[in-house]
């Protein structure tokens, strides 16, 4: 059984930063497909489509067949544990910090057997367990072994939470604090345990629905800042940049139209302001603060999280210049994880389907609630996924547009959604 976490003691700054020991991260590029797999929740391995095998390690070719026809295929992770052994001594700098460390072989259901490494509530061999899929610290794919039935504190887990970036205890800056889902954002983040919760807002003198509801709760701390104001991001970051684990950048500006529909530039470029070069505004002064703080053990800068839209992947011509804002900060996002992951960062990008606010009223169901959004981020931040897709809209976006982007964009050009 897990013990509680209990909150980390304050660190002495008498003591000097440790840089971060990344674990091992070379990967083939076949293999990389079960990372890809992972960031998005998935435990995958290849399916030989000839003698239906399914194999791991990854190969070009089939164990049994040879046959070079294989698909990446979802699996159950059912298996049972056939042996546990505990790493001791290790000559990589990652491990060596982190020892002991629990290892098992794992029968899977479906045929291969795999070396995995083992939650601390997974029992003597044999025993029934079920493998999952996870990122560890360098971004890459590693296989875990869970036990069958988890306890209330399981996520509590210290090799657990080594792969995912549990806001329980952290301290996290949500960058706007005025939309409903800021809010939404801020209520989900204090429901999972953060320890503080700084919320950005501009304007202050704005009076919104739900703005003082969230300012007094005990864990919040209002704090002024405005992405289109470059002093005004880096006056916080002076303030608590060294302090904060995680960065949620829910900020936005939504406007509906396209290019011939309005003239001029001027909301075009608000949305761009915001949406891209806010994200890079706040990149540039708190990057740097992160990326210099991962290595704080359990009160360790973890996670960077930017909300982005599925209207990224391919635009949408009636919320044009909108769509095209989010695909620039989507590429930016992109720039930023790859910055990011030596330190052992992890980027979460969110693309939700359209929310339930004003700049969507006028688009039928289904639409994403703020509160479900909230729990989305939540959940990635806990699981340690890299890129999101809630609500139905975008999952049938996701699914269209891996199939054939450009079949998706005729057909967004024509009326459809």
């Given at each position: 059984m897990t013990m509680p976490l209990m909150k980390?003691?304050?660190?002495?700054?008498?003591?000097r930063t440790r840089q971060m020991n990344l674990p091992p991260g070379s990967r083939g590029r076949v293999a990389l497909n079960l990372t890809a797999a992972a960031a998005e929740g998935r435990f995958e391995l290849q399916v030989c489509?000839?003698?239906?095998a399914v194999q791991y390690p990854p190969r070009e070719a089939c164990h049994r067949c040879l046959s070079a026809r294989l698909k990446w295929r979802a699996q159950s992770g059912e298996g049972t544990l056939l042996g546990i052994t505990t790493l001791h001594h290790s000559n990589d700098?990652?491990?060596?910090?982190?020892?002991?460390?629990?290892?098992?072989?794992?029968?899977?259901?479906?045929?291969?057997?795999?070396?995995?490494?083992?939650?601390?509530?997974?029992?003597?061999?044999?025993?029934?367990?079920?493998?999952?899929?996870?990122?560890?610290?360098?971004?890459?794919?590693?296989?875990?072994?869970?036990?069958?039935?988890?306890?209330e504190h399981m996520a509590d887990d210290?090799?657990?939470?080594?792969?995912?970036?549990?806001?329980?205890?952290?301290?996290?800056?949500?960058?706007?604090?005025?939309?409903?889902?800021?809010?939404?954002?801020?209520?989900?983040?204090?429901?999972?345990?953060?320890?503080?919760?700084?919320?950005?807002?501009?304007?202050?003198?704005?009076?919104?629905?739900?703005?003082?509801?969230?300012?007094?709760?005990?864990?919040?701390?209002m704090v002024p800042l405005d992405l289109t104001n470059g002093r005004s991001v880096t006056e916080l970051a002076g303030e608590i940049g060294g302090k904060v684990d995680i960065v949620i950048n829910n900020a936005e500006l939504h406007r509906t139209h396209g290019i011939a529909s309005r003239r001029g530039t001027d909301v075009a470029k608000a949305e761009m302001d915001i949406n891209y070069f806010g994200l890079l505004r706040l990149a540039?002064?708190?990057?740097?603060?992160?990326?210099?703080?991962?290595?704080?053990?359990?009160?360790?800068?973890?996670?960077?999280?930017?909300?982005?839209?599925?209207?990224?992947?391919?635009?949408?011509?009636?919320?044009?210049?909108?769509?095209?804002?989010k695909a620039a900060a989507h590429s930016l996002a992109q720039c930023l994880r790859a910055e990011m992951r030596p330190a052992g960062i992890r980027v979460v990008n969110v693309f939700p389907g359209p929310i339930d606010d004003e700049w969507n009223q006028n688009l039928p169901p289904p639409k994403v609630a703020p509160a479900v959004l909230a729990s989305?981020?939540?959940?990635?931040?806990?699981?340690?996924?890299?890129?999101?897709?809630?609500g139905d809209v975008a999952q049938e976006w996701l699914e269209r547009w891996r199939e054939n982007p450009k079949v998706l964009e005729r057909e967004l050009a024509a009326g459809g959604s």
């Open positions: 980390p003691r304050r660190k002495n700054p008498i003591l489509q000839d003698c239906l700098p990652f491990f060596r910090e982190r020892l002991p460390w629990r290892l098992g072989l794992v029968q899977l259901d479906a045929g291969p057997s795999l070396i995995v490494h083992l939650h601390g509530e997974v029992g003597d061999a044999p025993t029934a367990v079920r493998v999952g899929a996870r990122l560890d610290r360098a971004g890459q794919a590693v296989l875990i072994g869970f036990p069958k039935e988890g306890t210290k090799m657990l939470r080594e792969m995912s970036c549990d806001p329980k205890f952290r301290k996290v800056l949500v960058t706007d604090g005025k939309t409903a889902v800021g809010q939404a954002i801020v209520q989900a983040l204090v429901k999972a345990g953060a320890d503080i919760v700084w919320v950005g807002h501009a304007e202050p003198w704005k009076k919104l629905p739900g703005f003082d509801d969230i300012a007094a709760l005990p864990q919040v701390t540039q002064e708190f990057g740097p603060a992160l990326k210099g703080r991962s290595a704080d053990g359990e009160i360790g800068a973890t996670a960077w999280v930017n909300l982005l839209s599925v209207y990224a992947l391919s635009n949408y011509p009636s919320h044009g210049t909108f769509s095209a804002s989305a981020i939540v959940k990635a931040l806990r699981e340690g996924l890299e890129d999101v897709y809630p």
